[in-house]
């Protein structure tokens, strides 16, 4: 067995040093033929002195799930899939993909205990691996997120830069050629289904593809709950990292990085005014928060637990005694919601009875079609008019339109990794991550900080409190200190442009600026 490890393990290194300068060999004569047209509505450029990178739009790299979902071998997968392939993965890992097995779940699983003195009665810390070509490890949600630098402004919780995700390639041994990643919650929450989609994020992002990439539909308890595995399938520990990969992300010759909407593409598509709707224009505006931070404070869902005082009803009106500034979070600016946004909860798209997996296919449809679910949820579009907030259901029809572009966004793009996997994996929709997120979004604002001076001067272009609808914070004091860095930047693609550079040293590519204050949507709609 140490042998077979050992073997494989050099021959994954051997490939990864082969790998990349094929691809610079094959990508210069494909320049130097002349054509440079690709088939899958990208496009292939060559410079003599740098690897050819392709663009793929949020289109491009969509992966709609079969309606069954234990017909999946990527995008999101069953227990069930994931037995069979760990149990017997030479014979029945999918079509195309020739390396490991690599399972990693962002946290430690479920260990059950009864009796006096308590016993552990069930053990499901993690998935089984044998050492060989099936290797589990923990990959902590912490491990996928870091604060960067748009060139306006530092945000925490962004995706991942090119040195970390190397480094993480590297720590847990991932061929992203030709491995295929299972990311699994472990103990099952809604919270670890939002870090699932964050490392999701952080590697395709990067370049890895659809098909070397799963989400483990459920925590690893309810894989034993609903029968799809038994006992044996799980171990006490994981494997501990080797720390000894040899790939880097710069072997993957696509540029995903239409994933990530900046501020400045968020200003583009956004409305001047809060009472104009966004259906017709292309573009879907999708806030995964609840209605209570949607409305900052005016409005109260069930969701929010037994005080939000809505009794069985899905949404009602704050009490009057409701303090608005409990919806605030990371002692921001101000609260509420950029024009033309809809909200519907996250949590909506959860069944918490089956370890927190995705609900059906159907149901994901239905909601982002504007129907409301049996319990009265759904999405919801508020606006002030004539001094009184009013918000409603949509209805049928009057959400997502055939062809729009999906935007998604939360406080920190955690709980809108639910919605944008629902909507980019399970349903196929082109889809972009607003990753700066409500944080940034809240802070790019003319109103004061705890200092007393005003977060943005007036006359700076990045001022998003201009096309929101908000209530500001009740007091200076509250709001923690934010860390511009440059209220007149002419751009806010500083984190593309530092990625495209890592991936293409003195190089170009095909991929848009964006970022600017007002720049044209780059990807129709």
């Given at each position: 067995m140490k042998n077979n490890q050992a073997n494989g393990r050099q021959g994954n290194r051997f490939l990864c040093r082969?790998?990349?300068?094929?691809?610079?060999?094959?990508?210069?004569?494909?320049g130097c033929g002349g054509g440079g047209e690709d088939k899958n509505n990208g496009s292939l450029t060559a410079v003599p002195t740098a690897v050819p990178v392709r663009l793929n739009s949020p289109a491009d790299i969509t992966n709609?799930?079969?309606?069954?979902?234990?017909?999946?071998?990527?995008?999101?997968?069953?227990?069930?899939?994931?037995?069979?392939?760990?149990?017997?993965?030479l014979n029945q890992r999918p079509?195309?993909?020739?390396?490991?097995?690599?399972?990693?779940?962002?946290?430690?699983?479920?260990?059950?205990?009864?009796?006096?003195?308590?016993?552990?009665?069930?053990?499901?810390?993690?998935?089984?691996?044998?050492?060989?070509n099936v290797f589990t490890y923990l990959a902590a949600s912490a491990e996928w997120v870091m604060t960067r630098s748009n060139g306006v402004i530092s945000t925490p919780s962004l995706v991942l830069d090119g040195p970390s995700i190397d480094a993480m390639l590297k720590k847990?041994?991932?061929?992203?050629?030709?491995?295929?990643?299972?990311?699994?919650?472990?103990?099952?929450?809604?919270?670890?289904?939002?870090?699932?989609?964050?490392?999701w994020l952080a590697l395709h992002y990067w370049g890895v593809d659809a098909k070397n990439l799963s989400i483990l539909n459920g925590g690893n308890k309810w894989q034993f709950d609903s029968g799809a595995m038994v006992a044996a399938d799980f171990a006490a520990n994981p494997i501990a990292p080797t720390n000894e990969g040899r790939f880097s992300v710069k072997s993957l010759p696509v540029d995903n990085t239409s994933m990530i909407a900046t501020v400045g593409d968020m200003l583009a598509i956004v409305p001047d005014s809060p009472t104009t709707?966004?259906?017709?224009?292309?573009?879907?505006?999708?806030?995964?928060?609840?209605?209570?931070?949607?409305?900052?404070?005016?409005?109260?869902?069930?969701?929010?637990?037994?005080?939000?005082?809505?009794g069985t009803a899905a949404y009602c009106d704050a009490a009057p005694t409701y303090d608005y500034m409990g919806s605030f979070q990371n002692n921001g600016s101000r609260q509420g919601h950029p024009n033309g946004a809809l909200d519907l909860n996250f949590a909506n798209l959860l069944d918490s009875t089956k370890g927190f997996s995705y609900k059906s296919k159907a149901q994901l449809v239905s909601y982002m079609n504007g129907e409301a679910d049996s319990a009265g949820n759904g999405m919801t579009y508020g606006s002030m008019v004539n001094g009184v907030y009013q918000q409603a259901l949509?209805?049928?029809?009057?959400?997502y339109q055939a062809g729009d572009m999906v935007y998604v966004f939360c406080e920190t793009t955690f709980r809108a990794m639910i919605t944008g996997m629902a909507s980019s994996v399970i349903l196929g929709r082109p889809t972009r991550f607003y990753d700066g997120a409500m944080i940034e979004w809240n802070s790019?604002?003319?109103?004061?900080?705890?200092?007393?001076?005003?977060?943005?001067?007036?006359?700076?272009?990045?001022?998003?409190?201009?096309?929101?609808?908000?209530?500001?914070?009740?007091?200076?004091?509250k709001v923690a200190l934010r860390k511009i860095i440059d209220s007149y930047a002419p751009n806010a693609n500083a984190i593309l442009l530092e990625d495209k550079a890592y991936k293409l040293p003195g190089g170009t590519n095909t991929s848009r600026d964006g970022g600017g204050a007002a720049p044209a949507n780059p990807c129709g709609g």
């Open positions: 082969c790998v990349a300068p094929l691809l610079v060999m094959t990508a210069l004569v494909a709609e799930s079969a309606t069954d979902f234990n017909s999946n071998v990527n995008g999101l997968i069953t227990g069930a899939t994931l037995k069979r392939w760990k149990d017997d993965w079509a195309g993909i020739k390396g490991k097995l690599v399972i990693l779940q962002v946290t430690t699983g479920e260990t059950v205990s009864s009796g006096t003195p308590p016993a552990v009665t069930g053990q499901y810390s993690y998935f089984q691996s044998n050492g060989i847990y041994d991932i061929d992203p050629i030709n491995d295929m990643i299972v990311i699994a919650q472990g103990t099952a929450s809604s919270n670890n289904v939002m870090s699932q989609g964050r490392a709707r966004l259906k017709g224009t292309g573009v879907f505006l999708w806030d995964a928060r609840t209605i209570t931070q949607y409305s900052a404070g005016y409005k109260r869902e069930l969701n929010d637990g037994p005080t939000s005082g809505c949509v209805g049928a029809g009057n959400a790019l604002s003319n109103l004061p900080q705890s200092t007393g001076d005003n977060i943005l001067p007036a006359s700076s272009p990045w001022r998003t409190d201009v096309k929101s609808f908000f209530r500001p914070a009740n007091s200076a004091a």
